[in-house]
């Protein structure tokens, strides 16, 4: 009952507010007049009585406020009318809302989008369920911190460690030639193979069918099974719920649909999503190494495991026994496993172990945040000058009993709403540039495999968003809100100019164009230093020739040739295409430079290098080609010979080196007729018979060592042929297809494209996108830093209208005037570059350390910049100070 | 009795230990009105003025032995307490 009644009070105090609020004038009002009848009666004279009454009652306003700031929904009730006044008084000002709002969704979209990125890359946890206790487990050498296991190892790390309530393994995702029924062409999926377990661990439940079985994946070869991805099944089978049961083929073998994942699940990867799942029993259709046993070979290490932590296990126990378990593969495998420990990670560690694009991000994100300051500090000094045009308003608000919190609240309510809006634009440009991302997919990733652009705006974005929003509201009002209310009441009344030109006043807004110039000169360092690094890398080249060359790459083994059978086919698809007309020279290698997939590497001893104590052997980067490659690829020999048709498989084993190679190992002497072992020092011999020129392999960056072995030596399926053209080299397509068909009808043509083009995407257009990015941070940068100062210095020249209209009626001239604007301006300018300058410093290095691995400072980037950036921003300055060498006296001397 | 009356009552009966102004007055009737203790109404004062008058009602009655009881119970213990120090 009495909840009933306040529920109605409430109701009435919300929605009658203007006959409650009435009901109470009277009754104030009826109480002075009991009060004044009283005095009366007290006997003393009416005006007295009166007088004395007002006195006793303290004001009939006051005790009405007290009165509705405890009412049942007050604070509602005063929320909504701060919303609703601050929504006026904004729209009376709609000019600089909408500046406002845009600088507010330039900041906050730019944070957002980049946040996406390191979201994306780093934090965005495994799509399982409790993703927190799912850990990887890696194995760590000398090189690397983070290496894949072979099956062997895996196996025993399963049956052998008590922390986790399951291991689980997978390879990388692969090309798989998949075709819907036989005799059609297959075409390249992406398929993953992992163990028996790997649904069942993570927790995820198939949408359709089931996930496997554990003895599904026991026998090698039995049980050949596949869960489909979702996307896959959307695609492939248009969401057919009937397709469990049906047989599928991939790389020509048939499979048994089993179940469908759920779209919950796109996979453990942060940019691929693959489309078929396979147990590892069944690795002899898809293994890539062929000279290894998948099941047996312990050094044969293509599985990545996972696993999830039991809840009452730690990490740290965990990590010691795997370390452990380490040691006892070291002690019972020393030929295969000398010098490996193992180190569990957890799911940030490993993000930011396994590749480095993440760093990208990171950069980005600080660049982001950048943005948003200038665009917060801009807004405040914005409403700092807005806050001095109502300083005569808020004391006359102050006067009549408003509460200094209660204006403090609206104000800042004000504030909120600035921000919101400048959120909810904010989220539609963050949206805009990650669409924008999303236009470049094929040029971020040029691949036949499932590949995504991760980034995305998801919840976590969103909220990031809604909090960058608030917090900017607090960081943009606040300041203002509380120097406003803090103004002397009497002289505001008074005086028709409030501001009363305080040095304490003015440090704030100061402060602000400092903080704004130094921050924008460190955005456009920022994205001078990338551009020019790129720049920089362009000229100095690649150091092998682009142009006039096709690429296409084949895999036998989507049609299940045998080892033999693949050689046969390139030696064949070689020989024909040599004979083509346009053709001037032909290549077959493992790997293009400069490709999207990782080169091989190779583990060695060098003959007669004396090996550090503590390793048992290097490994080096490598590629397998034909004797046109070098010819092909206008690589130049520098000393010995390139491969020849008679290094074949029953010749000495042959190799050619890098020169960077042949320094580091033999640096004062002659590589050519030295000697390397694979594997370690009782591995099989291979001479080096030739130097090749250094070349740019993977990235732009520092050079490294590389290995080049015959491919007749060194047989591998999956190849790429490359034709140099006399003419277009698209018009060699056809001939290529042609010579294909006469070999094989049945074998595909994966990824064809002039090379040149490839190339451009790949190490160009990619790049160049981060470029825009950074450089369009750096321009909105700068683009608010010069309208924060343009507003200073024409807040002041307005402040000081009348002083400089007498300083005019007194015989100044306008250099006199321009300097007294201006020469403040400078001040600030040369501040505030000096500490961009410390700024821009401090993130070349933290740029370099992180992205370029190089040392030094450029010069000349500074060179550009700083002085561009001092012109702008005097121009800045200059403009309103020009306008207040126009005042002219009278009509200042006039003004208010 | 109307608030004028309620305020001039505290103040005799407690020999003007409390004197409750205007600016706390109201504030506590709206208050007590809006839990339902107290039921407000227009009413003509001894002098033929309108004034707004205030009744307890049956849940203020409750309300006021319950309170009542616990303020008892707390002076008690108060004094229990400064008796025995």
Known sequence: ?896 | MHGLGISRRIQQITGGTFVVKPGSLFPALHRMEEEGWITAFWGESENNRRAKYYRMSKAGQKQLEAETKRWSRISLAIGQALEAS
């Open chain 1, 1 to 896: 009952m009495p909840l009933l009644v306040k529920a109605r009070s409430f109701l009435r105090n919300l929605f009658f507010t203007r006959r409650v609020d009435a009901d109470l004038d009277q009754e104030v009002h009826a109480h002075l007049e009991l009060l004044i009848e009283e005095k009366v009666r007290g006997g003393i004279g009416m005006a007295e009585a009166r007088r004395a009454a007002r006195i006793e009652l303290g004001g009939v306003e006051q005790v009405k406020e007290q009165v509705r700031d405890s009412r049942t929904g007050a604070f509602l009730e005063s929320l909504v009318q701060d919303l609703r006044f601050a929504w006026r008084s904004l729209r009376r000002t709609s000019g600089l809302t909408a500046f406002v709002v845009i600088t507010l969704a330039l900041g906050i979209g730019m944070t957002s989008a980049t946040f996406s990125m390191v979201d994306a890359l780093i934090f965005r946890p495994y799509p399982v369920p409790h993703p927190s206790n799912v850990v990887s487990l890696a194995g760590t050498t000398h090189d690397s911190a983070i290496e894949d296991f072979s099956y062997r190892e895996y196996m025993d790390i399963r049956d052998n460690t008590k922390s986790y309530d399951g291991v689980i393994a997978y390879a990388d995702m692969q090309a798989v030639g998949y075709s819907a029924e036989t005799g059609v062409t297959p075409r390249v999926k992406g398929g993953m193979m992992v163990s028996g377990n790997f649904f069942q661990v993570l927790g995820v439940e198939p949408r359709l069918g089931r996930g496997f079985r554990a003895d599904e994946d026991q026998v090698p070869g039995r049980n050949a099974v596949v869960v489909l991805g979702p996307d896959f099944w959307r695609h492939e089978f248009a969401a057919d719920p009937a397709v469990v049961g049906r047989t599928i083929r991939l790389n020509g073998t048939p499979f048994t649909v089993i179940g469908v994942a759920p779209d919950s699940f796109p996979g453990l990867l942060v940019f691929g999503h693959p489309d078929l799942y396979v147990p590892l029993a069944m690795a002899h259709v898809f293994s890539t190494n062929i000279d290894k046993n998948f099941f047996e070979d312990r050094d044969d290490r293509e599985l990545n495991v996972k696993a999830r932590l039991k809840p009452d296990a730690s990490l740290q126990d965990a990590r010691n026994e795997l370390a452990l378990l380490a040691k006892g593969f070291e002690r019972d495998y020393p030929k295969v496993t000398r010098s490996r420990g193992a180190a569990v990670y957890t799911q940030f560690q490993t993000r930011t172990a396994e590749d480095q694009n993440w760093k990208f991000g990171v950069v980005f994100a600080i660049l982001g945040l950048a943005v948003l300051l200038v665009a917060c500090t801009n807004v405040a000094g914005l409403l700092l000058s807005r806050a001095r045009e109502r300083a005569r308003e808020i004391a006359v608000r102050l006067a009549l009993g408003a509460g200094r919190l209660r204006l403090i609240r609206l104000l800042l309510t004000e504030s909120l709403i600035l921000a919101i809006l400048g959120g909810v634009a904010g989220i539609a440009i963050g949206y805009g540039v990650i669409e924008w991302f999303h236009s470049k997919d094929t040029i971020i990733f040029a691949t036949e495999l499932p590949v995504a652009v991760p980034f995305q705006m998801d919840t976590r974005v969103l909220l990031l968003c809604v909090g960058l929003a608030v917090l900017s509201a607090f960081l943009c009002g606040l300041a203002p809100a509380l120097q406003s209310t803090r103004v002397d009441l009497v002289n505001a009344l008074k005086s028709a100019d409030v501001d009363v030109p305080g040095r304490k006043r003015l440090w704030g807004r100061n402060m602000l164009v400092v903080a704004q110039v130094a921050t924008s000169l460190m955005l456009l360092t920022a994205s001078f230093l990338m551009a020019r690094a790129f720049q920089h890398d362009l000229l100095v080249g690649t150091g092998f020739t682009k142009d006039h060359l096709l690429m296409t790459s084949f895999d036998p083994r989507l049609i299940q040739y045998n080892a033999t059978q693949t050689q046969q086919f390139y030696r064949l698809l070689a020989e024909r295409m040599r004979e083509t007309p346009g053709v001037q020279s032909v290549a077959l290698t493992q790997n293009i430079p400069m490709g999207t997939d990782e080169f091989d590497g190779v583990t060695f001893v060098p003959d007669g290098f004396t090996m550090p104590p503590d390793r048992a052997n290097f490994t080096s980067t490598m590629d397998t080609i034909d004797e046109g490659y070098f010819q092909t690829m206008g690589v130049p020999i520098l000393r010995g010979r390139a491969f020849l048709a008679t290094d074949t498989a029953d010749a000495p084993r042959v190799a050619i080196v890098n020169a960077h190679f042949a320094k580091h190992y033999w640096p004062g002497g002659d590589a050519v007729g030295k000697r390397i072992r694979l594997d370690n020092s009782a591995g099989a011999p291979v001479e080096i018979v030739g130097i090749a020129e250094t070349i740019k392999y993977q990235t732009m960056s520092d050079p490294m060592d590389f290995v080049y072995m015959p491919l007749a030596q060194h047989p591998v399926a999956r190849m790429v042929l490359m034709l140099r053209s006399s003419g277009d080299p698209l018009q060699l397509v056809q001939p290529v297809k042609d010579a294909v068909r006469s070999l094989d009808p049945n074998l595909p043509l994966l990824h064809t494209q002039a090379y040149e083009e490839f190339y451009l995407n790949q190490a160009v257009r990619g790049p160049q996108i981060a470029i825009d990015l950074v450089g369009t941070m750096g321009l909105v940068g700068l683009l608010l830093a010069v309208a924060g100062l343009y507003g200073l210095v024409a807040y002041n020249v307005s402040r000081r209208t009348r002083e400089i209209g007498i300083r005019i009626a007194l015989g100044a001239l306008r250099a006199d005037v321009l300097r007294l604007v201006m020469g403040k301006g400078f001040v600030l300018v040369g501040i505030g570059t000096g500490l961009g300058l410390v700024m821009g410093f401090a993130l070349e290095r933290l740029m370099n350390s992180m992205l370029f691995n190089s040392g030094g400072v450029d010069v000349v980037a500074y060179l550009i910049v700083v002085p561009s950036l001092f012109v702008v921003a005097m121009l800045a300055a200059y403009v309103p100070a020009r306008r207040a060498c126009r005042i002219a006296p009278t009509q200042a001397l006039r003004y208010e």
